[in-house]
Protein backbone atom coordinates (compact mmCIF):
# COMPACT_ATOMS: atom_id res chain seq x y z
CA UNK A 1 0.00 0.00 0.00
CA UNK A 2 1.20 3.34 -1.23
CA UNK A 3 1.86 6.05 1.74
CA UNK A 4 -1.06 7.72 1.91
CA UNK A 5 0.48 11.50 1.57
CA UNK A 6 1.54 10.08 -1.97
CA UNK A 7 -1.98 8.81 -2.20
CA UNK A 8 -3.47 12.17 -1.10
CA UNK A 9 -1.47 14.23 -3.74
CA UNK A 10 -2.02 11.86 -6.44
CA UNK A 11 -5.94 12.38 -6.12
CA UNK A 12 -5.52 15.84 -5.70
CA UNK A 13 -3.94 16.05 -9.16
CA UNK A 14 -6.40 13.71 -10.64
CA UNK A 15 -9.72 15.57 -9.51
CA UNK A 16 -7.70 18.81 -10.74
CA UNK A 17 -7.26 16.90 -13.99
CA UNK A 18 -11.01 15.88 -14.11
CA UNK A 19 -12.45 18.97 -13.09
CA UNK A 20 -14.11 17.74 -10.17
CA UNK A 21 -14.42 19.37 -6.77
CA UNK A 22 -15.49 18.10 -3.40
CA UNK A 23 -16.64 19.56 0.43
CA UNK A 24 -14.20 18.69 2.96
CA UNK A 25 -16.51 15.97 4.16
CA UNK A 26 -17.05 13.90 0.67
CA UNK A 27 -12.91 14.32 0.40
CA UNK A 28 -12.39 12.61 3.42
CA UNK A 29 -14.82 9.84 2.24
CA UNK A 30 -13.47 9.83 -1.44
CA UNK A 31 -9.90 9.22 0.30
CA UNK A 32 -10.85 6.29 1.95
CA UNK A 33 -12.13 4.77 -1.00
CA UNK A 34 -9.19 5.66 -2.72
CA UNK A 35 -6.89 4.04 -0.02
CA UNK A 36 -9.34 0.86 -0.61
CA UNK A 37 -8.22 0.30 -4.02
CA UNK A 38 -4.55 1.06 -3.51
CA UNK A 39 -4.63 -1.79 -1.23
CA UNK A 40 -6.80 -3.98 -3.35
CA UNK A 41 -4.62 -3.07 -6.05
CA UNK A 42 -1.71 -4.54 -4.08
CA UNK A 43 -2.51 -8.29 -4.65
CA UNK A 44 -2.54 -7.81 -8.69
CA UNK A 45 -0.79 -4.55 -10.06
CA UNK A 46 3.00 -5.81 -9.44
CA UNK A 47 2.41 -9.49 -10.32
CA UNK A 48 5.02 -10.59 -13.35
CA UNK A 49 2.89 -11.19 -16.19
CA UNK A 50 3.92 -12.76 -19.55
CA UNK A 51 3.45 -10.55 -22.61
CA UNK A 52 0.68 -12.58 -24.10
CA UNK A 53 -1.70 -11.70 -20.41
CA UNK A 54 -2.75 -9.03 -22.34
CA UNK A 55 -6.57 -7.12 -21.32
CA UNK A 56 -8.62 -7.56 -23.87
CA UNK A 57 -11.50 -4.51 -24.86
CA UNK A 58 -13.90 -7.22 -25.01
CA UNK A 59 -13.45 -10.16 -22.85
CA UNK A 60 -14.46 -13.04 -24.22
CA UNK A 61 -14.60 -16.48 -22.83
CA UNK B 1 -52.86 -16.19 -7.29
CA UNK B 2 -53.77 -19.70 -6.10
CA UNK B 3 -50.81 -21.80 -4.48
CA UNK B 4 -51.51 -23.88 -8.42
CA UNK B 5 -50.26 -20.70 -9.89
CA UNK B 6 -47.05 -19.89 -8.35
CA UNK B 7 -44.80 -21.95 -10.87
CA UNK B 8 -44.33 -21.50 -14.16
CA UNK B 9 -45.25 -24.38 -15.33
CA UNK B 10 -48.18 -24.87 -13.22
CA UNK B 11 -49.35 -21.25 -14.58
CA UNK B 12 -48.49 -21.94 -17.79
CA UNK B 13 -50.28 -25.93 -17.92
CA UNK B 14 -53.07 -24.12 -16.14
CA UNK B 15 -53.75 -21.53 -18.44
CA UNK B 16 -53.17 -23.86 -21.36
CA UNK B 17 -55.94 -26.66 -20.33
CA UNK B 18 -58.56 -23.85 -19.60
CA UNK B 19 -58.70 -24.03 -16.01
CA UNK B 20 -58.27 -20.38 -15.80
CA UNK B 21 -57.58 -16.67 -18.09
CA UNK B 22 -54.97 -15.04 -18.24
CA UNK B 23 -56.86 -11.66 -17.11
CA UNK B 24 -57.72 -13.68 -14.29
CA UNK B 25 -54.00 -14.56 -13.73
CA UNK B 26 -53.14 -10.61 -14.70
CA UNK B 27 -55.74 -9.54 -11.84
CA UNK B 28 -54.96 -12.01 -9.04
CA UNK B 29 -50.96 -10.96 -9.71
CA UNK B 30 -51.83 -7.46 -9.56
CA UNK B 31 -53.85 -7.54 -6.54
CA UNK B 32 -51.02 -9.53 -4.82
CA UNK B 33 -48.43 -6.63 -5.67
CA UNK B 34 -50.88 -4.10 -4.19
CA UNK B 35 -51.00 -6.27 -1.03
CA UNK B 36 -47.73 -6.76 -0.57
CA UNK B 37 -46.51 -3.15 -1.38
CA UNK B 38 -44.59 -3.29 1.79
CA UNK B 39 -41.98 -5.13 0.97
CA UNK B 40 -41.41 -2.16 -1.83
CA UNK B 41 -39.71 -4.86 -4.37
CA UNK B 42 -41.58 -2.62 -7.27
CA UNK B 43 -40.76 0.99 -8.28
CA UNK B 44 -43.14 0.57 -11.55
CA UNK B 45 -46.41 -1.74 -11.93
CA UNK B 46 -47.16 -2.06 -15.73
CA UNK B 47 -51.01 -3.11 -15.00
CA UNK B 48 -52.29 -1.88 -18.26
CA UNK B 49 -49.15 -3.30 -20.34
CA UNK B 50 -50.32 -6.44 -18.62
CA UNK B 51 -54.08 -6.83 -18.78
CA UNK B 52 -52.88 -6.03 -22.82
CA UNK B 53 -50.61 -8.99 -23.11
CA UNK B 54 -53.13 -10.92 -21.08
CA UNK B 55 -55.96 -10.28 -23.44
CA UNK B 56 -53.77 -10.60 -26.50
CA UNK B 57 -52.75 -14.42 -25.09
CA UNK B 58 -56.47 -15.45 -24.36
CA UNK B 59 -57.30 -14.55 -28.13
CA UNK B 60 -54.77 -16.55 -28.70
CA UNK B 61 -55.73 -19.19 -26.97
CA UNK B 62 -59.33 -18.66 -27.75
CA UNK B 63 -58.41 -18.83 -31.40
CA UNK B 64 -56.85 -22.15 -30.64
CA UNK B 65 -53.52 -20.96 -31.76
CA UNK B 66 -50.24 -22.89 -30.32
CA UNK B 67 -49.29 -21.29 -27.07
CA UNK B 68 -46.33 -19.95 -26.53
CA UNK B 69 -43.92 -21.83 -23.44
CA UNK B 70 -44.67 -19.24 -21.24
CA UNK B 71 -48.21 -18.49 -21.82
CA UNK B 72 -50.03 -16.31 -19.43
CA UNK B 73 -47.29 -16.63 -16.79
CA UNK B 74 -46.80 -13.34 -14.95
CA UNK B 75 -43.00 -11.94 -14.34
CA UNK B 76 -41.37 -8.61 -13.49
CA UNK B 77 -38.12 -6.92 -14.22
CA UNK B 78 -35.18 -4.86 -12.68
CA UNK B 79 -35.77 -1.36 -13.50
CA UNK B 80 -32.59 -1.11 -15.81
CA UNK B 81 -34.47 -3.19 -18.18
CA UNK B 82 -36.01 -1.12 -20.70
CA UNK B 83 -39.46 -1.65 -20.79
CA UNK B 84 -41.32 0.39 -23.61
CA UNK B 85 -43.28 3.88 -22.08
CA UNK B 86 -40.92 3.68 -18.80
CA UNK B 87 -38.41 5.51 -17.61
CA UNK B 88 -35.27 3.02 -17.00
CA UNK B 89 -34.41 4.08 -14.02
CA UNK B 90 -31.67 1.42 -12.89
CA UNK B 91 -32.66 2.73 -9.09
CA UNK B 92 -30.71 6.01 -10.01
CA UNK B 93 -32.67 9.42 -9.33
CA UNK B 94 -29.87 11.00 -11.44
CA UNK B 95 -31.98 9.73 -14.26
CA UNK B 96 -35.23 10.06 -13.46
CA UNK B 97 -35.68 12.93 -15.55
CA UNK B 98 -34.82 10.68 -18.28
CA UNK B 99 -37.43 9.91 -21.14
CA UNK B 100 -39.54 6.83 -21.65
CA UNK B 101 -37.91 3.80 -23.45
CA UNK B 102 -39.09 3.65 -26.31
CA UNK B 103 -38.84 -0.08 -27.18
CA UNK B 104 -38.33 -3.21 -24.63
CA UNK B 105 -35.17 -4.38 -24.12
CA UNK B 106 -34.53 -7.82 -25.65
CA UNK B 107 -34.92 -9.94 -23.10
CA UNK B 108 -38.03 -8.29 -22.35
CA UNK B 109 -39.14 -8.59 -25.99
CA UNK B 110 -38.77 -12.38 -25.70
CA UNK B 111 -40.74 -12.71 -22.82
CA UNK B 112 -43.38 -10.91 -24.49
CA UNK B 113 -42.70 -13.45 -27.68
CA UNK B 114 -42.92 -15.94 -24.91
CA UNK B 115 -46.01 -15.48 -23.90
CA UNK B 116 -45.43 -13.94 -20.34
CA UNK B 117 -47.53 -11.41 -18.51
CA UNK B 118 -45.20 -8.01 -17.39
CA UNK B 119 -46.17 -6.78 -14.37
CA UNK B 120 -43.37 -4.08 -13.50
CA UNK B 121 -40.20 -2.99 -12.84
CA UNK B 122 -38.45 -3.81 -9.47
CA UNK B 123 -36.30 -1.89 -7.26
CA UNK B 124 -32.86 -2.29 -6.78
CA UNK B 125 -29.48 -0.43 -5.59
CA UNK B 126 -28.74 2.37 -7.72
CA UNK B 127 -27.02 2.07 -10.55
CA UNK B 128 -26.58 -1.51 -9.56
CA UNK B 129 -23.41 -0.72 -7.34
CA UNK B 130 -24.48 -2.59 -4.03
CA UNK B 131 -25.57 -5.75 -2.58
CA UNK B 132 -28.49 -4.96 -0.35
CA UNK B 133 -30.83 -2.77 -2.02
CA UNK B 134 -30.91 -0.09 0.65
CA UNK B 135 -31.59 2.96 -1.57
CA UNK B 136 -31.37 6.40 -0.50
CA UNK B 137 -34.07 7.92 -3.01
CA UNK B 138 -36.45 5.02 -3.34
CA UNK B 139 -36.59 3.20 0.02
CA UNK B 140 -35.22 -0.13 0.96
CA UNK B 141 -36.84 -3.63 -0.20
CA UNK B 142 -37.40 -5.47 2.60
CA UNK B 143 -36.82 -9.64 2.95
CA UNK B 144 -40.29 -11.66 2.79
CA UNK B 145 -38.85 -14.46 5.07
CA UNK B 146 -38.13 -11.37 7.70
CA UNK B 147 -39.11 -7.93 6.89
CA UNK B 148 -36.64 -5.93 9.34
CA UNK B 149 -34.13 -7.97 6.87
CA UNK B 150 -31.60 -6.93 3.80
CA UNK B 151 -33.11 -8.82 0.58
CA UNK B 152 -30.08 -8.62 -0.56
CA UNK B 153 -28.63 -6.71 -3.93
CA UNK B 154 -28.88 -5.14 -6.04
CA UNK B 155 -31.75 -7.34 -7.88
CA UNK B 156 -33.49 -6.91 -4.49
CA UNK B 157 -36.42 -6.13 -5.71
CA UNK B 158 -36.49 -9.14 -8.00
CA UNK B 159 -35.73 -11.57 -5.66
CA UNK B 160 -38.21 -10.62 -2.64
CA UNK B 161 -40.88 -10.46 -5.56
CA UNK B 162 -39.83 -14.43 -6.17
CA UNK B 163 -39.87 -15.28 -2.26
CA UNK B 164 -42.88 -13.64 -1.37
CA UNK B 165 -44.81 -15.41 -4.32
CA UNK B 166 -46.10 -12.30 -5.89
CA UNK B 167 -44.86 -13.71 -9.12
CA UNK B 168 -43.20 -17.06 -10.37
CA UNK B 169 -40.48 -15.70 -12.11
CA UNK B 170 -38.03 -12.42 -12.32
CA UNK B 171 -35.00 -10.91 -14.29
CA UNK B 172 -31.85 -9.00 -12.73
CA UNK B 173 -28.66 -8.40 -13.74
CA UNK B 174 -25.44 -9.84 -11.76
CA UNK B 175 -22.15 -8.02 -12.52
CA UNK B 176 -20.27 -9.01 -8.77
CA UNK B 177 -23.19 -10.84 -7.63
CA UNK B 178 -26.29 -9.11 -7.89
CA UNK B 179 -28.12 -12.10 -8.91
CA UNK B 180 -26.72 -14.69 -6.23
CA UNK B 181 -26.72 -12.32 -3.64
CA UNK B 182 -29.94 -11.86 -3.05
CA UNK B 183 -30.79 -15.52 -4.57
CA UNK B 184 -29.02 -16.77 -1.56
CA UNK B 185 -30.42 -13.99 1.35
CA UNK B 186 -33.86 -14.12 0.04
CA UNK B 187 -34.23 -18.79 -0.36
CA UNK B 188 -34.77 -18.60 -3.97
CA UNK B 189 -33.06 -19.92 -7.02
CA UNK B 190 -30.97 -17.77 -9.30
CA UNK B 191 -28.53 -18.39 -12.41
CA UNK B 192 -26.72 -16.08 -13.65
CA UNK B 193 -25.30 -17.60 -17.23
CA UNK B 194 -21.91 -17.69 -18.63
CA UNK B 195 -20.60 -13.88 -19.65
CA UNK B 196 -21.31 -13.19 -22.89
CA UNK B 197 -24.53 -16.16 -23.77
CA UNK B 198 -27.38 -13.74 -22.76
CA UNK B 199 -27.52 -10.26 -24.62
CA UNK B 200 -27.60 -7.34 -22.72
CA UNK B 201 -29.02 -4.80 -25.56
CA UNK B 202 -31.80 -2.48 -23.90
CA UNK B 203 -31.07 -2.79 -20.48
CA UNK B 204 -29.21 -0.01 -18.77
CA UNK B 205 -25.09 -0.70 -17.93
CA UNK B 206 -22.78 -0.68 -14.97
CA UNK B 207 -19.43 -2.46 -15.74
CA UNK B 208 -19.46 -3.87 -19.11
CA UNK B 209 -16.82 -5.83 -18.07
CA UNK B 210 -18.94 -8.21 -16.20
CA UNK B 211 -22.73 -7.16 -16.29
CA UNK B 212 -24.83 -10.24 -16.90
CA UNK B 213 -28.45 -11.10 -16.74
CA UNK B 214 -30.45 -13.46 -15.89
CA UNK B 215 -33.48 -15.14 -13.84
CA UNK B 216 -34.82 -15.90 -10.26
CA UNK B 217 -37.41 -18.39 -9.96
CA UNK B 218 -38.86 -20.93 -7.32
CA UNK B 219 -37.31 -24.28 -8.23
CA UNK B 220 -35.04 -25.32 -10.76
CA UNK B 221 -38.00 -26.65 -14.04
CA UNK B 222 -39.23 -23.25 -14.23
CA UNK B 223 -35.64 -21.35 -13.74
CA UNK B 224 -34.11 -23.40 -16.75
CA UNK B 225 -37.71 -23.64 -18.76
CA UNK B 226 -37.41 -19.48 -18.36
CA UNK B 227 -33.34 -19.38 -19.42
CA UNK B 228 -34.10 -21.42 -22.70
CA UNK B 229 -36.69 -18.86 -23.67
CA UNK B 230 -34.08 -16.13 -22.83
CA UNK B 231 -31.65 -17.92 -25.42
CA UNK B 232 -30.32 -16.67 -28.31
CA UNK B 233 -27.44 -13.89 -29.84
CA UNK B 234 -27.68 -10.17 -30.43
CA UNK B 235 -25.25 -8.71 -32.39
CA UNK B 236 -26.08 -5.04 -30.52
CA UNK B 237 -24.48 -6.61 -27.48
CA UNK B 238 -20.88 -6.47 -28.33
CA UNK B 239 -20.35 -9.34 -25.68
CA UNK B 240 -23.13 -11.37 -26.65
CA UNK B 241 -21.61 -14.48 -27.89
CA UNK B 242 -23.32 -15.92 -31.46
CA UNK B 243 -23.86 -19.52 -30.38
CA UNK B 244 -26.92 -20.87 -30.86
CA UNK B 245 -29.82 -21.45 -28.21
CA UNK B 246 -28.62 -24.79 -26.33
CA UNK B 247 -31.42 -25.68 -24.31
CA UNK B 248 -31.67 -26.85 -20.77
CA UNK B 249 -35.06 -27.93 -19.68
CA UNK B 250 -35.17 -31.40 -20.62
CA UNK B 251 -31.97 -32.05 -19.91
CA UNK B 252 -32.89 -31.89 -16.16
CA UNK B 253 -33.92 -34.95 -15.08
CA UNK B 254 -30.60 -36.73 -16.32
CA UNK B 255 -29.76 -35.45 -12.81
CA UNK B 256 -26.19 -34.87 -11.28
CA UNK B 257 -24.64 -38.69 -11.42
CA UNK B 258 -21.12 -38.79 -13.44
CA UNK B 259 -20.01 -35.38 -12.67
CA UNK B 260 -17.04 -34.94 -10.85
CA UNK B 261 -17.14 -32.69 -8.07
CA UNK B 262 -15.21 -30.29 -5.86
CA UNK B 263 -16.01 -28.28 -2.97
CA UNK B 264 -13.90 -24.96 -3.02
CA UNK B 265 -12.14 -24.49 0.29
CA UNK B 266 -9.25 -22.30 1.12
CA UNK B 267 -10.82 -18.19 0.52
CA UNK B 268 -14.71 -19.83 0.07
CA UNK B 269 -14.27 -21.21 3.56
CA UNK B 270 -11.99 -18.58 4.92
CA UNK B 271 -15.00 -15.99 4.26
CA UNK B 272 -17.62 -18.11 5.27
CA UNK B 273 -19.48 -18.05 8.73
CA UNK B 274 -20.83 -21.04 10.01
CA UNK B 275 -24.17 -21.10 8.09
CA UNK B 276 -22.78 -20.91 4.48
CA UNK B 277 -20.32 -23.77 5.83
CA UNK B 278 -22.91 -25.78 6.42
CA UNK B 279 -24.96 -25.09 3.24
CA UNK B 280 -21.87 -25.95 1.05
CA UNK B 281 -20.33 -29.20 2.41
CA UNK B 282 -24.22 -29.86 2.66
CA UNK B 283 -24.74 -29.33 -1.05
CA UNK B 284 -21.12 -31.29 -1.43
CA UNK B 285 -22.33 -34.44 0.46
CA UNK B 286 -25.16 -34.49 -1.61
CA UNK B 287 -23.75 -34.12 -4.94
CA UNK B 288 -20.55 -37.16 -3.65
CA UNK B 289 -18.17 -34.13 -3.61
CA UNK B 290 -14.51 -35.90 -4.14
CA UNK B 291 -13.00 -33.74 -2.75
CA UNK B 292 -12.10 -30.19 -1.20
CA UNK B 293 -10.02 -28.23 -3.58
CA UNK B 294 -8.12 -24.25 -3.59
CA UNK B 295 -8.58 -21.99 -6.34
CA UNK B 296 -5.11 -20.50 -6.63
CA UNK B 297 -5.34 -16.28 -6.24
CA UNK B 298 -9.13 -15.51 -5.56
CA UNK B 299 -8.26 -12.67 -3.21
CA UNK B 300 -6.83 -10.92 -5.88
CA UNK B 301 -9.68 -12.08 -8.41
CA UNK B 302 -11.92 -10.47 -5.58
CA UNK B 303 -9.31 -7.31 -5.81
CA UNK B 304 -8.57 -6.88 -9.39
CA UNK B 305 -12.98 -7.45 -9.63
CA UNK B 306 -13.37 -4.74 -7.27
CA UNK B 307 -10.92 -2.45 -8.81
CA UNK B 308 -12.26 -2.73 -12.19
CA UNK B 309 -16.06 -2.20 -11.11
CA UNK B 310 -15.43 0.85 -9.38
CA UNK B 311 -12.74 2.40 -12.81
CA UNK B 312 -15.22 0.72 -15.22
CA UNK B 313 -18.55 2.29 -13.23
CA UNK B 314 -17.19 5.68 -12.32
CA UNK B 315 -15.53 6.48 -16.03
CA UNK B 316 -19.42 5.42 -17.12
CA UNK B 317 -20.63 8.20 -14.57
CA UNK B 318 -17.70 10.38 -14.62
CA UNK B 319 -19.35 13.60 -16.34
CA UNK B 320 -21.99 13.60 -14.03
CA UNK B 321 -20.19 12.66 -10.66
CA UNK B 322 -18.57 16.20 -11.62
CA UNK B 323 -21.73 18.48 -12.63
CA UNK B 324 -24.50 16.54 -10.25
CA UNK B 325 -22.99 14.86 -7.90
CA UNK B 326 -26.20 15.55 -5.20
CA UNK B 327 -28.59 13.35 -7.88
CA UNK B 328 -26.39 10.21 -7.04
CA UNK B 329 -26.73 7.73 -3.94
CA UNK B 330 -24.65 8.77 -0.97
CA UNK B 331 -23.78 5.52 -0.57
CA UNK B 332 -21.82 4.41 -3.76
CA UNK B 333 -21.40 8.20 -5.17
CA UNK B 334 -17.50 8.36 -3.35
CA UNK B 335 -17.28 4.73 -4.05
CA UNK B 336 -17.94 5.60 -7.91
CA UNK B 337 -15.88 9.08 -8.00
CA UNK B 338 -12.74 7.26 -6.46
CA UNK B 339 -12.73 4.56 -9.48
CA UNK B 340 -13.07 7.37 -11.94
CA UNK B 341 -9.80 8.70 -10.27
CA UNK B 342 -7.66 5.52 -10.69
CA UNK B 343 -4.16 5.41 -12.85
CA UNK B 344 -4.99 3.02 -15.64
CA UNK B 345 -2.40 0.86 -15.49
CA UNK B 346 -4.22 -0.57 -12.00
CA UNK B 347 -7.31 -1.10 -14.43
CA UNK B 348 -5.25 -2.57 -17.42
CA UNK B 349 -3.52 -4.72 -14.55
CA UNK B 350 -6.70 -5.86 -13.32
CA UNK B 351 -7.69 -7.06 -16.80
CA UNK B 352 -4.34 -9.05 -17.60
CA UNK B 353 -5.00 -10.34 -13.92
CA UNK B 354 -8.39 -11.78 -15.09
CA UNK B 355 -6.81 -14.22 -18.25
CA UNK B 356 -4.68 -15.61 -15.40
CA UNK B 357 -7.05 -16.46 -13.00
CA UNK B 358 -9.66 -17.87 -15.93
CA UNK B 359 -6.65 -20.06 -16.42
CA UNK B 360 -6.14 -20.96 -12.87
CA UNK B 361 -10.16 -22.13 -12.82
CA UNK B 362 -10.04 -23.94 -16.11
CA UNK B 363 -7.14 -26.12 -14.96
CA UNK B 364 -9.57 -27.05 -12.12
CA UNK B 365 -12.18 -27.94 -14.27
CA UNK B 366 -9.72 -30.86 -15.96
CA UNK B 367 -10.34 -32.64 -12.67
CA UNK B 368 -13.87 -31.02 -12.05
CA UNK B 369 -17.24 -30.73 -13.76
CA UNK B 370 -18.92 -29.09 -10.83
CA UNK B 371 -17.15 -26.73 -8.33
CA UNK B 372 -19.31 -26.11 -5.09
CA UNK B 373 -18.93 -22.76 -3.32
CA UNK B 374 -21.44 -20.84 -0.38
CA UNK B 375 -22.99 -17.75 -2.32
CA UNK B 376 -22.83 -14.97 0.64
CA UNK B 377 -20.66 -15.19 4.16
CA UNK B 378 -23.77 -14.99 5.70
CA UNK B 379 -27.37 -14.99 6.32
CA UNK B 380 -29.65 -11.92 5.62
CA UNK B 381 -28.25 -9.21 7.68
CA UNK B 382 -30.45 -6.45 9.55
CA UNK B 383 -31.22 -3.40 6.96
CA UNK B 384 -28.79 -0.77 7.85
CA UNK B 385 -27.03 -3.14 9.35
CA UNK B 386 -22.95 -1.61 9.41
CA UNK B 387 -20.79 -4.96 9.86
CA UNK B 388 -21.34 -8.26 9.60
CA UNK B 389 -19.29 -11.09 11.16
CA UNK B 390 -17.60 -14.04 9.20
CA UNK B 391 -15.47 -16.19 11.56
CA UNK B 392 -13.22 -14.12 13.57
CA UNK B 393 -13.36 -10.79 11.45
CA UNK B 394 -15.81 -8.17 11.79
CA UNK B 395 -16.51 -6.50 8.05
CA UNK B 396 -18.31 -3.69 6.68
CA UNK B 397 -21.77 -5.19 5.39
CA UNK B 398 -22.07 -3.44 1.79
CA UNK B 399 -19.35 -4.43 -0.27
CA UNK B 400 -18.65 -7.54 1.88
CA UNK B 401 -21.78 -9.82 0.80
CA UNK B 402 -20.36 -10.22 -2.49
CA UNK B 403 -16.85 -11.41 -1.15
CA UNK B 404 -17.93 -15.10 -2.38
CA UNK B 405 -19.90 -14.27 -5.95
CA UNK B 406 -16.75 -11.48 -7.34
CA UNK B 407 -14.67 -13.75 -8.12
CA UNK B 408 -16.57 -15.83 -10.23
CA UNK B 409 -18.58 -13.69 -11.75
CA UNK B 410 -14.76 -12.15 -12.64
CA UNK B 411 -14.22 -15.10 -15.27
CA UNK B 412 -17.68 -15.18 -16.46
CA UNK B 413 -18.54 -19.04 -14.95
CA UNK B 414 -22.07 -20.02 -15.17
CA UNK B 415 -23.72 -20.21 -11.70
CA UNK B 416 -27.07 -21.36 -10.39
CA UNK B 417 -27.80 -20.51 -6.84
CA UNK B 418 -29.39 -22.92 -4.68
CA UNK B 419 -30.97 -22.26 -1.08
CA UNK B 420 -30.50 -24.17 1.93
CA UNK B 421 -32.20 -23.76 5.27
CA UNK B 422 -29.52 -24.23 8.15
CA UNK B 423 -32.15 -25.50 11.14
CA UNK B 424 -34.01 -22.26 12.64
CA UNK B 425 -32.34 -19.91 10.30
CA UNK B 426 -32.29 -17.91 7.81
CA UNK B 427 -31.60 -19.08 4.07
CA UNK B 428 -28.29 -19.41 2.78
CA UNK B 429 -27.28 -19.92 -0.80
CA UNK B 430 -25.08 -22.24 -2.38
CA UNK B 431 -23.27 -21.20 -5.89
CA UNK B 432 -22.80 -24.28 -8.17
CA UNK B 433 -20.22 -23.07 -10.30
CA UNK B 434 -19.53 -25.33 -13.95
CA UNK B 435 -16.53 -24.55 -16.78
CA UNK B 436 -17.87 -21.62 -19.61
CA UNK B 437 -21.37 -22.39 -20.88
CA UNK B 438 -22.15 -25.67 -19.30
CA UNK B 439 -25.28 -23.77 -17.51
CA UNK B 440 -26.59 -27.51 -18.02
CA UNK B 441 -24.01 -29.04 -15.54
CA UNK B 442 -25.32 -25.67 -12.89
CA UNK B 443 -28.88 -26.60 -13.25
CA UNK B 444 -28.71 -30.42 -13.70
CA UNK B 445 -27.19 -30.31 -9.98
CA UNK B 446 -29.29 -27.77 -8.72
CA UNK B 447 -32.31 -30.01 -9.92
CA UNK B 448 -30.85 -33.12 -8.27
CA UNK B 449 -30.10 -31.20 -4.80
CA UNK B 450 -33.82 -29.99 -5.07
CA UNK B 451 -34.63 -33.48 -5.91
CA UNK B 452 -32.77 -35.12 -3.16
CA UNK B 453 -34.92 -32.77 -0.51
CA UNK B 454 -31.49 -30.63 0.59
CA UNK B 455 -32.73 -27.26 -1.96
CA UNK B 456 -36.26 -25.56 -1.13
CA UNK B 457 -37.41 -21.88 -1.93
CA UNK B 458 -40.33 -22.70 0.58
CA UNK B 459 -42.04 -19.77 -1.47
CA UNK B 460 -44.55 -17.28 0.45
CA UNK B 461 -43.52 -18.74 3.93
CA UNK B 462 -41.20 -16.62 6.66
CA UNK B 463 -38.52 -18.34 7.90
Known amino acids: MADEKVLDNYLAAAMALHGVEVDEQRLMQLRQQFYLLDSLAGHFIRLDYAIDEEPAAVYRL | MSAELLTVSACAE ?60 PYAVKNLFDVAGVTTLAGARLLASNPPAVEDAVLVSRMHEAGALLAGTLNMDALAYGFTTENTHYGATRNPRDTDRSAGGSSGGSAAAVAAGLLPFSLGSDTNGSIRVPSSLCGIFGLKPT ?80 EARWAA ?36 HLNDLRLRPEEFEPLSRERLLAGAMLPAVWVQQAQRYRRRFLQQALALFRHFDLLIAPATPVTAPLLNQPEIQ ?13 LLTQPISFIGLPVAVVPLWPAGQLPIGVQLIAPPWREDICLRAAYALERAGLANARIGQRR
Open chain 2, 195 to 274: YGRLPRSGSFPFVDSFDHLGPFAGNTADLALVYDCLQGADRRDAACAQRPAEPVAAQLGRGAIGFRVGRLAGYFDENAGT
Open chain 2, 390 to 402: VGEKILPTRPNLG
Open chain 2, 281 to 316: QAAAQILASEADVELPGTAAARAAAYVITAAEGGAL
Open chain 2, 14 to 73: AFSRGAVSAREIADSTLARIGQAAGLNAFVAVTGERMLAEAERIDRARAAGKALPPLAAV
